[in-house]
């Protein structure tokens, strides 16, 4: 049907302006379709978050959300954050509300530097930062400079959903690696890259969030950690340690990260969103001085600069602010409600539900007996007044998964019992219908 043939349709009634209104919707919508064949391929393989999604669903009121991985900022000194952003501007306002370098001011790089220092990353040299706007961002700078469309990237399974929607779009194929109570398996890591190499395959990074995994709660272990370095050094293949919780880490002792000794071969990506503020969207990578060029001009292509104004207030609170004993208590209020969580799962889910015991992080990974979708429980949970993330949501596989995801970092004590006591009896009756 023609726009002539909808405008002669109409009820004379309706005027002359509707009328007008819907020759305009149509020209749009004849637009919009003409203009999808300009899409590039990669631009069909950006996908929608499913956290995301859940996030919206979340703001609800009356839903308890254990879904979202948001930090705890009941801690956070709001009147000294405002007096130093207040002071930024007072005294540093041109710089601070101008251009910046694109690799990041080199007071914040040095901070930085003294940052990773605390978990054992010594001697890194803030001309080595490259500083991004959240470490989702490094991500998305290692896929550009390093995958070609084909190409391979090992992750973990599961992983963090952001970095598998980074690297679908970037066209690469993604594929999982086993992880058990220690974190990846050195041994299936190696047949893994036996296996792609034989089919021809080109496998450029591995990418891990060793301590904490996101969504497991698993951390890698002490001594499987350097091996992991070593069997991807022996192919070849770049690691890109994602590091946003290694710092809280309960016990307050953090394990040293992947990149402590092996300054060649691991790009660290770090981050202020979870032990500072998300909101200031400030992250960082630690790059090997031998790819540092392309990566840091990448990210300069992107973003010109990270926010000067952000970085100057980050700079400055944290110098004026004892933030190692800040971290200090934030680890103290998540390993309460990590408590609170593990102490609700264990009263209220049914005998066959087991789930990850986590020594830090934000999370909790439960896993259901085979056989079960957990995503078409999502729905039955939003009806009891409870909010979770699916485990299909963090594998590269198209299949159902019998897990989920279960976040205690950002609810109280109270919450997380309350949210736990409202999704048992939709666990509880998944089993029984799978029982039975």
Not at 83 to 105: C, D, N, P
Request: glycine share 8%.
């Amino acid at each position: 049907m023609t726009s002539q043939d909808i405008a002669a349709s109409r009820p004379a009634e309706l005027g002359d302006e509707l009328t007008a209104e819907t020759q305009t919707a149509l020209e749009r919508a004849q637009a919009s379709h003409r203009h999808e064949a300009l899409f590039s391929e990669r631009a069909y393989n950006i996908k929608q978050s499913a956290v995301r999604d859940v996030f919206d669903i979340s703001i609800q009121p009356g839903l308890v959300s254990l879904a979202g991985g948001s930090p705890s900022l009941s801690k956070l000194p709001l009147e000294l954050v405002a007096e130093t952003a207040s002071r930024v501007i007072v005294e540093h306002g041109m710089e601070a509300l101008h251009y910046g370098g694109g690799k990041g001011t080199l007071a914040l790089r040095e901070l930085i530097c003294e940052i990773m220092a605390e978990e054992g990353i010594v001697g890194a040299s803030a001309e080595d930062v490259v500083v991004t706007t959240g470490s989702q961002s490094a991500q998305d700078i290692a896929a550009k400079i390093f995958c070609n469309p084909g190409d391979v990237v090992l992750v973990e399974d599961p992983t963090y959903v952001g970095a598998l929607n980074t690297f679908e779009a970037y066209q690469v194929q993604v594929e999982p690696v086993f992880m058990d109570d220690d974190g990846l398996i050195p041994e299936h890591l190696e047949s893994r890259i036996a296996e792609l190499e034989a089919e021809g395959k080109r496998i450029k990074l591995l990418y891990t969030i060793p301590s904490f995994n996101n969504p497991s709660g698993i951390t890698l272990a002490a001594e499987r950690r350097q091996r992991i370095v070593d069997i991807c050094s022996a192919h070849n293949i770049l690691v890109l340690e994602d590091n946003p919780y290694g710092m809280l880490r309960f016990d307050g002792h953090p394990l040293p990260p992947l990149r402590a000794d092996n300054p060649d071969d691991v790009i660290y990506c770090g981050s202020f969103s979870k032990i500072f503020s998300p909101g200031v969207r400030l992250g960082w990578a630690l790059v090997p001085r031998h790819l540092y060029r392309r990566f840091y001009l990448a990210a300069e292509a992107v973003v010109l600069c990270p926010s000067t104004l952000n970085q100057l207030i980050v700079t400055e609170f944290f110098r004026a602010f004892d933030w190692r004993g800040y971290l200090a208590e934030s680890r103290a209020t998540y390993a309460e409600r990590c408590s609170a969580m593990l102490e609700a799962l264990a009263e209220h889910f049914p005998p066959e539900a087991t789930w990850t015991t986590p020594d830090g992080g934000f999370f909790v990974w439960v896993t259901l007996p085979e056989g079960i979708d957990t995503y078409p429980l999502l729905y039955q949970a939003i009806e009891a007044g409870v909010v979770f993330i699916p485990g299909a949501a963090f594998t590269p596989s198209d299949g159902t998964s019998s897990k989920l995801r279960l976040a205690f970092s950002g609810v109280t004590p109270e919450q997380i019992r309350e949210g736990v006591r409202r999704l048992a009896p939709v666990v509880r009756s998944a089993v029984e219908a799978r029982r039975g």
